[in-house]
């Protein structure tokens, strides 16, 4: 079993900058960030594999940096230029198997944060 808290969320101002953390208790292959907006399925927003490897999706692209570090199982999520529209419950999410998935398939990760809010307002 493998515990995630998140930290950092907040409210901030569109074009404003927030970084989220993930604290986890062990070592896990792949770590991702997921979101969910009110009324709206959860989705993918970036995975990092252990060995650094990273996805994204395209409406992250170029304005959200997915990090972790190994040494701590810390899992990172910097997001700059922020949009009302990145408005929504983030969580962690993480899993220890060495498979192939679908990258942004929620159900292919084992462990779950509690999520944290982020509001960004315009």
């Known amino acids: 079993q493998v515990h995630l808290v998140e930290s950092g969320g907040g409210s901030v101002q569109a074009g404003g900058s927030v970084r989220l953390s993930c604290d986890a208790s062990a070592f896990t292959y792949i770590m991702g960030w997921f979101r969910q907006a009110p009324g709206k399925e959860r989705e993918g927003v970036a995975v990092?594999?252990?060995?650094?490897?990273?996805y994204y999706a395209d409406s992250v692209k170029g304005r959200f940096t997915i990090s972790r570090d190994n040494a701590k199982n810390t899992l990172y999520l910097q997001m700059n230029s922020l949009k009302p529209e990145d408005t929504a419950i983030y969580y962690c999410?993480?899993?220890?198997?060495?498979?192939?998935?679908?990258?942004?398939?929620?159900?292919?990760?084992?462990?779950w944060g509690q999520g944290t809010q982020v509001t960004v307002s315009s």
């Open positions: 999410a993480a899993d220890q198997r060495r498979i192939s998935r679908p990258l942004f398939a929620a159900r292919f990760y084992d462990y």
């Open positions: 990092i594999y252990a060995g650094g490897i990273t």
